[in-house]
């Protein structure tokens, strides 16, 4: 598999794989993970990388099997999920503390975000230009 799109419902055509993720508690887990990527009162606080693992098996313990073998994944956040940084998720359970030991989805893929379904669409299947 090339590509994942993940997000809203709408029509793709073009053989790419897409699931829908929502659910209940979706965005207090979201908002709990951004605030600790951002600086507060001058200082960040430390990051929680259970909950960065917590907040992938949430979003894409259902689909792992889809996951194994990708190497993009094209996010189309909505609502909560739009605010949460996908690079800082992480696959595997942490054994440490050390953020140098975490699996995180970005070493092992390449993450882009498109606004909808429907551009995600478009620009897969628009021909690429001829370069001179």
Excluded: C, N
Excluded at 56 to 79: A, C, T
Excluded at 84 to 89: G, T
């Amino acid at each position: 598999m090339k590509s994942l799109a993940i997000g809203k419902a709408e029509l793709l055509r073009d053989g790419a794989d897409v699931v829908i993720l929502g659910g209940a508690g979706l965005a207090g887990l979201a908002a709990k993970l951004r605030r600790s990527v951002e600086v507060q009162g001058g200082a960040m606080s430390d990051f929680d990388l259970a909950l960065a693992h917590r907040m992938y098996e949430r979003l894409f313990g259902s689909v792992r099997d889809k996951l194994s073998d990708l190497k993009h994944l094209v996010i189309v956040p909505s609502g909560p999920l739009a605010s949460l940084p996908f690079s800082v998720l992480v696959e595997q359970t942490p054994t440490s503390k050390r953020y140098s030991d975490a699996a995180w989805v970005v070493r092992r893929m390449a993450i882009s975000h498109s606004p909808s379904l429907r551009a995600f669409y478009v620009q897969r299947s628009t021909a690429s230009a001829v370069k001179p």
